[in-house]
Protein backbone atom coordinates (compact mmCIF):
# COMPACT_ATOMS: atom_id res chain seq x y z
CA UNK A 1 0.00 0.00 0.00
CA UNK A 2 2.90 2.29 0.42
CA UNK A 3 4.62 1.14 -2.06
CA UNK A 4 1.93 2.43 -4.39
CA UNK A 5 1.16 5.19 -2.25
CA UNK A 6 5.42 6.22 -2.85
CA UNK A 7 4.71 5.04 -6.90
CA UNK A 8 1.74 7.30 -7.78
CA UNK A 9 4.27 10.11 -5.47
CA UNK A 10 6.89 9.40 -7.94
CA UNK A 11 4.55 9.60 -10.75
CA UNK A 12 3.39 12.75 -9.41
CA UNK A 13 6.92 13.81 -9.04
CA UNK A 14 7.60 13.20 -13.07
CA UNK A 15 4.50 14.74 -13.67
CA UNK A 16 5.16 18.09 -11.76
CA UNK A 17 8.83 17.39 -13.31
CA UNK A 18 7.68 17.24 -16.94
CA UNK A 19 5.00 20.28 -16.09
CA UNK A 20 7.95 22.05 -15.25
CA UNK A 21 9.82 21.56 -18.10
CA UNK A 22 7.24 22.18 -20.34
CA UNK A 23 6.69 25.47 -18.49
CA UNK A 24 10.44 26.09 -18.90
CA UNK A 25 10.09 25.53 -22.41
CA UNK A 26 7.23 27.33 -22.74
CA UNK A 27 8.93 30.57 -20.85
CA UNK A 28 11.75 29.73 -23.30
CA UNK A 29 9.67 29.61 -26.51
CA UNK A 30 7.86 32.76 -24.64
CA UNK A 31 11.34 34.61 -24.72
CA UNK A 32 12.05 33.34 -28.35
CA UNK A 33 8.38 34.52 -29.42
CA UNK A 34 8.77 37.76 -27.99
CA UNK A 35 12.15 38.14 -29.50
CA UNK A 36 11.24 37.31 -32.55
CA UNK A 37 8.45 39.33 -32.73
CA UNK A 38 10.36 42.50 -31.90
CA UNK A 39 13.23 41.47 -34.43
CA UNK A 40 10.37 41.30 -36.90
CA UNK A 41 8.55 44.94 -35.64
CA UNK A 42 12.18 46.44 -36.32
CA UNK A 43 12.44 45.15 -39.60
CA UNK A 44 9.23 45.78 -40.53
CA UNK A 45 9.52 49.69 -39.16
CA UNK A 46 12.67 49.84 -41.15
CA UNK A 47 11.02 48.26 -44.29
CA UNK A 48 8.30 50.61 -43.94
CA UNK A 49 10.43 53.34 -44.00
CA UNK A 50 11.89 52.39 -47.23
CA UNK A 51 8.85 51.11 -49.07
CA UNK A 52 5.80 52.47 -47.72
CA UNK A 53 3.91 50.67 -50.06
CA UNK A 54 4.24 47.05 -49.05
CA UNK A 55 4.18 47.23 -45.14
CA UNK A 56 3.64 44.00 -43.95
CA UNK A 57 1.44 43.79 -40.60
CA UNK A 58 3.31 43.52 -37.64
CA UNK A 59 2.55 40.17 -35.25
CA UNK A 60 1.75 40.84 -31.81
CA UNK A 61 2.08 38.39 -28.41
CA UNK A 62 -0.95 38.36 -26.68
CA UNK A 63 -2.26 35.10 -26.03
CA UNK A 64 -1.54 33.20 -22.56
CA UNK A 65 1.50 30.74 -22.33
CA UNK A 66 -0.80 27.90 -22.53
CA UNK A 67 -0.93 28.94 -26.49
CA UNK A 68 3.01 28.40 -26.60
CA UNK A 69 3.01 25.90 -29.55
CA UNK A 70 0.55 28.80 -31.55
CA UNK A 71 2.63 31.05 -30.71
CA UNK A 72 5.79 29.10 -32.54
CA UNK A 73 3.26 28.88 -35.59
CA UNK A 74 2.56 32.45 -35.43
CA UNK A 75 6.44 33.39 -35.15
CA UNK A 76 6.80 31.41 -38.02
CA UNK A 77 3.72 32.40 -40.06
CA UNK A 78 5.23 36.63 -39.50
CA UNK A 79 8.62 35.21 -40.43
CA UNK A 80 7.10 33.75 -43.42
CA UNK A 81 4.85 36.90 -44.18
CA UNK A 82 7.93 39.27 -43.23
CA UNK A 83 9.92 37.50 -45.66
CA UNK A 84 7.22 37.20 -48.25
CA UNK A 85 6.52 41.23 -47.98
CA UNK A 86 10.20 41.65 -47.60
CA UNK A 87 10.95 40.01 -50.92
CA UNK A 88 7.57 41.40 -52.20
CA UNK A 89 9.00 45.11 -51.44
CA UNK A 90 12.71 44.44 -52.68
CA UNK A 91 11.18 43.12 -55.85
CA UNK A 92 8.57 46.20 -55.86
CA UNK A 93 11.99 48.30 -55.66
CA UNK A 94 14.05 46.73 -58.27
CA UNK A 95 11.07 47.03 -60.69
CA UNK A 96 10.46 50.51 -59.90
CA UNK A 97 14.46 50.99 -60.01
CA UNK A 98 13.85 49.09 -63.40
CA UNK A 99 11.77 51.15 -64.50
CA UNK A 100 13.07 54.14 -63.69
CA UNK A 101 16.03 52.95 -65.38
CA UNK A 102 14.59 52.24 -68.42
CA UNK A 103 12.39 55.77 -68.63
CA UNK A 104 16.06 56.92 -68.60
CA UNK A 105 17.12 55.34 -70.99
CA UNK A 106 14.39 55.73 -73.30
CA UNK A 107 14.95 59.24 -73.08
CA UNK A 108 18.82 59.36 -73.67
CA UNK A 109 17.61 57.11 -76.84
CA UNK A 110 15.14 59.45 -77.92
CA UNK A 111 17.60 62.06 -79.76
CA UNK A 112 19.21 58.83 -81.44
CA UNK A 113 15.97 57.35 -82.37
CA UNK A 114 14.50 60.49 -83.96
CA UNK A 115 17.48 60.57 -85.57
CA UNK A 116 17.43 57.47 -87.21
CA UNK A 117 13.84 57.84 -88.52
CA UNK A 118 14.66 60.90 -89.97
CA UNK A 119 13.97 63.65 -87.84
CA UNK A 120 16.17 66.14 -87.65
CA UNK A 121 17.33 68.38 -84.40
CA UNK A 122 18.70 71.51 -85.13
CA UNK A 123 19.36 75.07 -83.56
CA UNK A 124 20.67 77.91 -85.66
CA UNK A 125 22.16 81.50 -84.95
CA UNK A 126 22.07 85.10 -85.66
CA UNK A 127 24.98 85.80 -87.05
CA UNK A 128 25.16 90.10 -87.23
CA UNK A 129 24.89 91.69 -90.16
CA UNK A 130 28.20 94.14 -90.76
CA UNK A 131 27.75 96.85 -93.30
CA UNK A 132 29.23 96.16 -96.91
CA UNK A 133 29.69 98.90 -99.48
CA UNK A 134 28.79 96.52 -103.09
CA UNK A 135 29.33 99.07 -105.56
CA UNK A 136 31.27 101.39 -107.05
CA UNK A 137 31.08 105.56 -106.58
CA UNK A 138 28.24 107.41 -108.18
CA UNK A 139 30.50 110.00 -109.07
CA UNK A 140 33.90 108.95 -109.48
CA UNK A 141 35.57 112.70 -110.03
CA UNK A 142 34.33 115.91 -108.16
CA UNK A 143 35.76 119.36 -107.49
CA UNK A 144 38.65 120.41 -105.24
CA UNK A 145 36.50 122.44 -103.75
CA UNK A 146 34.11 119.98 -102.26
CA UNK A 147 30.58 119.71 -101.97
CA UNK A 148 29.52 117.30 -104.42
CA UNK A 149 27.16 114.39 -103.00
CA UNK A 150 28.35 111.09 -103.96
CA UNK A 151 26.19 107.94 -103.12
CA UNK A 152 27.10 104.21 -102.67
CA UNK A 153 24.87 101.01 -102.18
CA UNK A 154 25.50 97.95 -99.86
CA UNK A 155 24.03 96.19 -97.26
CA UNK A 156 23.68 97.46 -93.64
CA UNK A 157 25.01 100.86 -94.86
CA UNK A 158 23.33 102.70 -92.10
CA UNK A 159 25.74 101.48 -89.71
CA UNK A 160 28.77 103.28 -91.26
CA UNK A 161 30.03 105.46 -89.06
CA UNK A 162 32.56 107.41 -90.67
CA UNK A 163 33.60 108.51 -94.31
CA UNK A 164 37.06 109.59 -95.23
CA UNK A 165 38.21 110.86 -98.44
CA UNK A 166 41.91 111.19 -98.83
CA UNK A 167 42.42 111.26 -95.15
CA UNK A 168 39.86 113.95 -94.40
CA UNK A 169 35.77 113.19 -92.97
CA UNK A 170 33.59 113.68 -95.37
CA UNK A 171 29.76 114.47 -93.66
CA UNK A 172 27.19 111.60 -94.30
CA UNK A 173 23.96 113.66 -95.90
CA UNK A 174 21.99 110.17 -95.53
CA UNK A 175 22.46 106.68 -94.82
CA UNK A 176 19.55 103.68 -94.98
CA UNK A 177 20.26 100.17 -94.64
CA UNK A 178 20.74 100.07 -99.05
CA UNK A 179 22.32 102.77 -99.23
CA UNK A 180 24.68 106.11 -98.07
CA UNK A 181 25.21 109.59 -99.61
CA UNK A 182 28.24 111.12 -98.54
CA UNK A 183 29.68 115.00 -99.26
CA UNK A 184 33.45 115.39 -100.77
CA UNK A 185 34.96 117.28 -98.60
CA UNK A 186 36.61 120.41 -99.80
CA UNK A 187 40.63 120.02 -100.40
CA UNK A 188 43.54 122.35 -101.11
CA UNK A 189 43.81 122.92 -105.11
CA UNK A 190 47.21 120.99 -104.70
CA UNK A 191 45.16 118.00 -103.80
CA UNK A 192 44.07 117.49 -107.11
CA UNK A 193 43.96 113.29 -108.18
CA UNK A 194 43.12 110.17 -107.51
CA UNK A 195 42.53 109.24 -103.59
CA UNK A 196 41.14 106.77 -101.71
CA UNK A 197 37.11 106.55 -100.14
CA UNK A 198 37.40 104.53 -97.03
CA UNK A 199 34.63 103.27 -95.10
CA UNK A 200 34.18 102.48 -91.49
CA UNK A 201 31.43 101.49 -89.12
CA UNK A 202 30.40 103.05 -85.73
CA UNK A 203 33.22 100.98 -83.91
CA UNK A 204 35.63 102.18 -85.94
CA UNK A 205 35.93 98.79 -88.02
CA UNK A 206 37.28 99.00 -91.53
CA UNK A 207 33.96 98.03 -93.95
CA UNK A 208 34.44 96.01 -96.67
CA UNK A 209 34.11 97.07 -100.21
CA UNK A 210 33.06 94.20 -102.41
CA UNK A 211 32.00 94.03 -106.04
CA UNK A 212 28.63 93.88 -107.02
CA UNK A 213 27.33 90.06 -106.96
CA UNK A 214 30.11 89.16 -103.94
CA UNK A 215 28.07 86.85 -101.67
CA UNK A 216 28.80 87.49 -98.19
CA UNK A 217 27.21 85.69 -95.32
CA UNK A 218 26.23 88.90 -93.41
CA UNK A 219 22.97 88.65 -91.93
CA UNK A 220 22.58 84.82 -92.40
CA UNK A 221 20.84 82.19 -90.23
CA UNK A 222 23.24 79.37 -89.40
CA UNK A 223 23.06 75.85 -87.95
CA UNK A 224 25.41 75.41 -85.39
CA UNK A 225 27.39 73.27 -87.28
CA UNK A 226 28.20 76.04 -90.50
CA UNK A 227 28.48 78.45 -87.15
CA UNK A 228 31.38 76.49 -85.68
CA UNK A 229 33.01 76.50 -89.39
CA UNK A 230 32.60 80.68 -89.47
CA UNK A 231 34.15 80.90 -86.37
CA UNK A 232 37.02 79.39 -87.92
CA UNK A 233 37.00 81.47 -90.63
CA UNK A 234 39.56 84.94 -90.37
CA UNK A 235 36.76 87.55 -90.68
CA UNK A 236 39.18 89.67 -92.53
CA UNK A 237 39.07 86.82 -95.18
CA UNK A 238 35.30 86.97 -95.18
CA UNK A 239 34.68 90.64 -95.51
CA UNK A 240 38.07 91.21 -97.55
CA UNK A 241 37.64 94.33 -99.83
CA UNK A 242 37.64 92.87 -104.09
CA UNK A 243 37.91 96.60 -104.79
CA UNK A 244 39.26 100.20 -103.48
CA UNK A 245 37.38 102.81 -104.11
CA UNK A 246 39.39 106.13 -105.75
CA UNK A 247 37.52 109.48 -105.99
CA UNK A 248 39.51 112.25 -108.10
CA UNK A 249 39.81 115.50 -107.36
CA UNK A 250 39.49 117.89 -110.32
CA UNK A 251 39.73 121.44 -110.54
CA UNK A 252 36.14 123.21 -110.83
CA UNK A 253 36.44 125.61 -113.72
CA UNK A 254 33.72 128.11 -112.57
CA UNK A 255 34.51 127.84 -108.85
CA UNK A 256 38.16 128.82 -109.60
CA UNK A 257 37.54 131.52 -111.71
CA UNK A 258 34.87 132.67 -109.02
CA UNK A 259 37.07 132.71 -106.06
CA UNK A 260 39.88 133.68 -108.51
CA UNK A 261 38.16 136.86 -109.19
CA UNK A 262 37.64 137.02 -105.17
CA UNK A 263 41.45 136.78 -104.28
CA UNK A 264 42.21 139.40 -106.98
CA UNK A 265 40.25 141.69 -106.00
CA UNK A 266 39.39 141.37 -101.96
CA UNK A 267 42.07 144.38 -101.31
CA UNK A 268 41.22 146.27 -104.25
CA UNK A 269 38.09 147.18 -106.33
CA UNK A 270 37.40 146.24 -110.16
CA UNK A 271 36.33 150.08 -111.00
CA UNK A 272 37.06 149.37 -114.47
CA UNK A 273 33.83 147.55 -115.01
CA UNK A 274 32.04 147.90 -112.06
CA UNK A 275 30.43 150.83 -109.80
CA UNK A 276 31.89 150.93 -106.27
CA UNK A 277 29.29 151.28 -103.52
CA UNK A 278 31.45 152.93 -100.48
CA UNK A 279 30.85 151.34 -97.20
CA UNK A 280 28.13 149.20 -98.32
CA UNK A 281 30.02 147.30 -101.09
CA UNK A 282 29.52 143.62 -100.18
CA UNK A 283 26.65 142.60 -101.51
CA UNK A 284 27.59 144.44 -104.90
CA UNK A 285 30.91 142.83 -104.61
CA UNK A 286 29.12 138.88 -103.63
CA UNK A 287 27.20 139.83 -106.97
CA UNK A 288 30.41 140.50 -108.77
CA UNK A 289 32.02 137.41 -108.09
CA UNK A 290 29.07 135.37 -109.05
CA UNK A 291 28.95 136.80 -112.69
CA UNK A 292 32.02 135.55 -112.75
CA UNK A 293 31.53 132.29 -111.26
CA UNK A 294 29.07 132.16 -114.87
CA UNK A 295 26.13 133.06 -113.49
CA UNK A 296 23.58 135.16 -116.23
CA UNK A 297 21.92 138.11 -115.36
CA UNK A 298 18.05 138.29 -115.45
CA UNK A 299 15.67 140.95 -115.22
CA UNK A 300 15.69 140.16 -110.95
CA UNK A 301 19.05 140.02 -110.60
CA UNK A 302 21.19 142.46 -112.72
CA UNK A 303 23.62 145.22 -113.17
CA UNK A 304 23.90 147.80 -116.06
CA UNK A 305 27.51 148.94 -116.94
CA UNK A 306 26.53 151.45 -119.01
CA UNK A 307 24.43 153.45 -116.54
CA UNK A 308 25.53 151.75 -113.61
CA UNK A 309 22.00 150.79 -111.99
CA UNK A 310 21.68 147.53 -110.45
CA UNK A 311 18.38 146.06 -108.87
CA UNK A 312 18.10 145.26 -105.33
CA UNK A 313 18.86 141.89 -105.35
CA UNK A 314 22.52 142.54 -106.50
CA UNK A 315 23.24 145.48 -104.03
CA UNK A 316 21.51 144.86 -101.12
CA UNK A 317 21.96 141.37 -98.57
CA UNK A 318 18.17 141.26 -97.49
CA UNK A 319 17.21 141.61 -100.97
CA UNK A 320 19.62 138.77 -102.48
CA UNK A 321 18.75 136.74 -99.34
CA UNK A 322 15.32 136.65 -100.90
CA UNK A 323 15.91 136.43 -104.22
CA UNK A 324 17.54 133.33 -103.57
CA UNK A 325 15.30 131.95 -101.88
CA UNK A 326 13.25 131.88 -105.31
CA UNK A 327 15.51 130.44 -106.91
CA UNK A 328 16.20 126.61 -105.76
CA UNK A 329 17.81 125.65 -109.24
CA UNK A 330 20.28 128.10 -108.14
CA UNK A 331 20.86 127.73 -104.56
CA UNK A 332 19.73 126.16 -101.18
CA UNK A 333 19.54 127.72 -97.79
CA UNK A 334 21.31 126.26 -94.94
CA UNK A 335 21.37 127.66 -91.23
CA UNK A 336 24.83 127.17 -89.82
CA UNK A 337 23.98 123.73 -87.70
CA UNK A 338 24.34 122.41 -91.52
CA UNK A 339 27.54 124.07 -91.64
CA UNK A 340 29.20 120.46 -92.59
CA UNK A 341 27.20 120.89 -95.99
CA UNK A 342 29.17 124.63 -97.13
CA UNK A 343 31.93 124.36 -99.61
CA UNK A 344 33.70 126.88 -101.57
CA UNK A 345 31.88 129.38 -103.67
CA UNK A 346 29.05 129.14 -101.51
CA UNK A 347 27.63 132.39 -100.03
CA UNK A 348 27.62 133.64 -96.25
CA UNK A 349 25.13 136.21 -95.04
CA UNK A 350 25.72 137.66 -91.22
CA UNK A 351 22.85 139.09 -88.87
CA UNK A 352 24.50 141.36 -86.78
CA UNK A 353 21.71 142.87 -84.63
CA UNK A 354 19.64 139.27 -84.85
CA UNK A 355 17.03 141.55 -86.44
CA UNK A 356 16.37 139.09 -89.06
CA UNK A 357 17.71 140.77 -91.97
CA UNK A 358 20.95 140.45 -93.11
CA UNK A 359 23.73 142.94 -92.97
CA UNK A 360 26.58 141.48 -94.93
CA UNK A 361 27.01 139.22 -97.54
CA UNK A 362 30.65 137.38 -98.14
CA UNK A 363 32.03 134.44 -100.55
CA UNK A 364 33.13 131.22 -98.67
CA UNK A 365 36.95 131.02 -99.73
CA UNK A 366 38.20 128.02 -97.75
CA UNK A 367 36.14 125.30 -95.92
CA UNK A 368 38.16 122.91 -93.12
CA UNK A 369 36.55 119.62 -92.26
CA UNK A 370 38.13 118.60 -88.60
CA UNK A 371 37.29 115.71 -86.29
CA UNK A 372 35.55 118.46 -83.78
CA UNK A 373 33.68 120.30 -86.81
CA UNK A 374 33.57 122.53 -89.84
CA UNK A 375 35.87 125.78 -89.84
CA UNK A 376 34.51 128.21 -93.13
CA UNK A 377 36.52 130.99 -94.19
CA UNK A 378 34.92 133.72 -95.84
CA UNK A 379 36.27 136.89 -98.05
CA UNK A 380 34.79 139.89 -99.69
CA UNK A 381 34.20 143.52 -99.25
CA UNK A 382 33.39 146.43 -97.10
CA UNK A 383 35.51 143.88 -94.36
CA UNK A 384 38.03 143.61 -97.10
CA UNK A 385 39.17 140.34 -96.53
CA UNK A 386 39.83 136.74 -98.32
CA UNK A 387 40.07 134.48 -95.73
CA UNK A 388 38.24 135.65 -92.78
CA UNK A 389 36.82 133.42 -90.24
CA UNK A 390 33.71 133.06 -89.27
CA UNK A 391 33.91 131.90 -85.85
CA UNK A 392 35.72 135.02 -85.15
CA UNK A 393 33.60 137.36 -87.38
CA UNK A 394 30.49 135.92 -84.85
CA UNK A 395 32.58 136.70 -81.94
CA UNK A 396 33.72 139.74 -82.84
CA UNK A 397 30.55 141.00 -84.18
CA UNK A 398 27.57 139.05 -82.75
CA UNK A 399 24.78 137.99 -84.48
CA UNK A 400 24.31 134.73 -86.57
CA UNK A 401 25.48 133.47 -89.79
CA UNK A 402 23.37 131.90 -92.82
CA UNK A 403 24.24 130.13 -95.76
CA UNK A 404 23.12 129.66 -99.83
CA UNK A 405 24.95 126.62 -100.99
CA UNK A 406 25.41 127.48 -104.63
CA UNK A 407 24.67 124.67 -108.05
Not at 76 to 97: K, Q, Y
Not at 178 to 196: H, I, K, N, W, Y
Not at 282 to 307: E, H, I, K, P
Amino acid sequence: MIEGALDSVAAVDAEVNRSADIADTVATSDATVAAGAAAADAATERLDARVARHRAERVRNRRPSSGAPRRVVALSCATAILGVSAFGAVAAASADDKASLTAASDLAAAPQAAASAGDEITSSIEIAERPAVTSALSTAAAPFTGGTQVTVTGDALDQVGHVVVGGVEAPIVAAVPEQLTFQVPAVAESALGGVPVAFTDVAGEPVAVTAPGTATVAGASAPVSLATQLTEIDEAAVHAATQSLVLTYTSNPAIDAQVGYVLTYWSGYNTAEYTVLSGVDCANFASQSLVARGWAMDAGWYYDRATGAMSPSWASSTAMRDWLYGRPDLATPLDDSQRGLVKVGDIAQFDWDGSGDRDHTAIVTRVEHTASGTNVWVGGHTKDADYWNVDEALASGGGAVTYFSLE
